[in-house]
């Protein structure tokens, strides 16, 4: 079998991509999870047909990253997989089931009648809330780290459950519930673009506070991490994280005043990656946090190899078709049932 391991560093590659995959899933599927945590609070029915509308074409396309981040961690670091899996099962579970029923929820609101839709409404709206937090428990689980003993979890049941997962998990909450009322600003117009916007504005508050709490705490939490940003110089060359962080917010908030309709949206994104970049170089390269490395956790070089030509290809297409499909659905939404 043909390896590539002794031209490419096979394990940092791959952990790019799934890196990338789960920043990918987190951009696309937050904003329409964020709009199910909005839901109940829209001013009409009307208001909440445009926002379903608004995500049809591309709620459940969302959610192929995060298969693929999920399986490409089973494929490519079956150590990590055997580990964080049992260290997150309860917080794992709950958050599929926060999505399988906000799918059947989506699906069943728009054939359902006018007596059972409010049903489907609190379905859809607790179905993705209850996602959005068991993603930020379990972020914040993880970079808190997981007690192992040889090369097996060998920590509690409720060992996620902390002050700090708690936290992150309500950020996570807010952060997409930012990236849906700033998407509603930029798909939507008239009565349900207004309350969009009042939305994000209050929303951006909490967003901020709960980052901020996050950027204070994490340094305390290992000395690696206090160390790797306040020390000289990389407090100078990390510098521009937290400035553009800043930047976004006060730009933002600016945009949510003069009435534009895409800047939020995008700047939003931009909050959100320059988080997890902070996060990423934070904990790089432990793939496990303080535990074990990439190089640690990762399969053999001929399998890597393999499951890299079979990326390759596929990636650029999941891509363009995603890409296209926003293309394709672009302008604003109605309220018209048309899913």
């Known amino acids: 079998m043909f390896d590539f391991s002794p031209y490419l560093d096979l394990p940092l590659i791959w952990g790019v991509l799934i890196a990338t995959a789960i920043l990918l899933y987190v951009l696309l ?17 009307k208001c909440r047909d445009r926002m379903m509308n608004s995500i049809a074409p591309f709620w459940d396309g969302n959610e192929t990253w995060l298969v693929l981040g999920g399986g490409g961690l089973f494929a490519v670091f079956p150590l990590a997989y055997a580990i964080l899996l049992p260290a997150f099962y309860m917080p794992i579970i709950t958050m599929m089931l926060g999505l399988i029923t906000r799918g059947v929820a989506f699906e069943f609101r728009f054939k359902s009648s006018e007596q059972s839709r409010r049903l489907w409404d609190y379905a859809f709206h607790f179905g993705s809330l209850t996602a959005a937090f068991s993603q930020g428990v379990i972020l914040g689980s993880f970079v808190q780290g997981v007690q192992i003993t040889g090369r097996n979890f060998s920590g509690g049941v409720f060992d996620w459950a902390t002050g700090f997962s708690m936290v992150t998990g309500m950020a996570v909450v807010c952060g997409y519930a930012l ?21 994000a504005s209050y929303v951006l508050i909490f967003v901020g506070l709960f980052m901020g709490v996050v950027s204070i705490t994490m340094p305390f939490l290992n000395p690696k991490i206090s160390t790797f940003w306040f020390s000289t110089p990389n407090v100078f060359y990390l510098m521009p994280i937290p400035v553009a962080t800043a930047l976004s917010f006060f730009f933002i908030w600016r945009g949510l005043r003069t009435k534009a309709e895409f800047t939020p949206f995008l700047l939003s994104l931009a909050v959100f990656l320059m988080g997890y970049l902070g996060l990423g170089i934070s904990l790089y390269p432990w793939i496990i946090p303080f535990q074990y490395t990439l190089w640690d956790a990762a399969s053999s070089g001929p399998t890597l190899s393999l499951l890299l030509v079979g990326i390759v290809p596929l990636l650029p297409i999941i891509l363009s078709y995603t890409a296209y499909s926003y293309y394709i659905f672009r302008g604003k939404a109605s309220h018209e049932h048309l899913y």
Do not use: N, Y
């Open 29 to 45: 599927d937050g904003f329409d999870l964020g709009i199910g945590i909005l839901f109940p609070f829209a001013p009409s029915d």
């Open 179 to 199: 990236l849906g009322s700033t998407w509603l600003v930029m798909k939507t117009e008239d009565v349900t673009q207004d309350w969009a916007r009042r939305a």
